[in-house]
């Protein structure tokens, strides 16, 4: 992979591949941008060293923190995400017909056309007219100033 995008950055102390224990089968790439020291450890050694200095608890925390680290990232992008659509599809109810238009209110359409939820809906729809991007009253769209 020559322009692979990284996932996370990684500092020390790092233990990469730790989930290949439990699922072997899974694949690994690594892209090293920066001077670095790796350690390729067989991993009946490594559940030597695990096993003999009973250090179970800190594979589990370490687990954790990176459940954690992805879980973040993942509503980060889920949120960016989210916006973007939100905003695509009250452009796409700015265009409908006068009948349409007047028939459904923003939240409603935006919630069917593209299946989010009605509080992460009403969230954006809420940010959006306070900060001026759209109009809406009564529920209705009235006007839709994004760019793009």
Not at 32 to 42: D, E, F, T
Not at 74 to 89: C, R, V
Request: hydrophobic letters at 35%; charged letters at 20%; aromatic letters at 4%.
């Amino acid at each position: 992979m020559n322009n692979a995008k990284p996932l996370s950055l990684v500092s020390e102390p790092q233990l990469l591949g730790l989930s290949h224990l439990f699922h072997p089968h899974s694949e690994l790439t690594l892209k090293i941008i920066h001077p670095s020291v790796i350690y390729a450890v067989p991993s009946s050694s490594l559940f030597h060293v695990i096993n003999e200095g009973n250090l179970w608890s800190n594979v589990a925390s370490h687990l954790s923190q990176q459940i954690y680290d992805i879980s973040s990232r993942t509503e980060k992008n889920k949120k960016k995400h989210a916006s973007g659509l939100i905003g695509q599809t009250l452009k796409m109810l700015q265009n409908e017909s006068e009948e349409v238009r007047l028939t459904h209110t923003a939240s409603e359409y935006v919630r069917e056309i593209t299946g989010l939820s009605c509080s992460t809906v009403n969230r954006e729809l809420h940010l959006l007219k306070k900060q001026g991007d759209i109009n809406v009253q009564n529920g209705l769209l009235l006007g839709c100033y994004l760019d793009g």
